[in-house]
Nanobody, 123 residues
């Protein structure tokens, strides 16, 4: 099982990025997926999650309509489109998967993790 996150980079405040997470697992369509992030010196936190069917989505409060999570169960890929980025969004972003339909916000609920992709937002 492998999750490969990509798409991070340096962007100015107000800009946009699209993160991708490619999953080399046959069971991707049976897993709920999520994005977490960890800023320097901070604990890792939940950003957004999507059910295995893609019908249900849950966003952290700080997302406030700026980020959109989606998935393509044919391509085994998870996405996070981030708009109106702020310097406080600077962090390493991780994708994670868990067996089942439901979205969970806690790290320990997720079975597999990608290596992370760094997003840096300059002011």
């Amino acid at each position: 099982v492998q999750l490969q996150a990509s798409g991070g980079g340096l962007v100015q405040a107000g800009g946009s990025l699209r993160l991708s997470c490619a999953a080399s697992i046959r069971t991707f369509s049976r897993d709920a997926m999520a994005w977490f992030r960890q800023a320097p010196g901070e604990e890792r936190e939940f950003v957004a999650g999507i059910s295995r069917s893609g019908v249900r989505i849950y966003n952290a409060d700080f997302v406030k309509g700026r980020f959109t999570i989606s998935r393509d169960n044919v391509k085994n890929t998870l996405y996070l489109i981030m708009e109106s980025l702020k310097p406080e969004d600077t962090a390493v972003y991780y994708c994670a998967s868990r067996d089942g339909e439901s979205i969970r916000r806690a790290e320990h609920e997720y079975d597999f993790w990608g290596q992370g992709t760094l997003v840096t937002v300059s002011s």
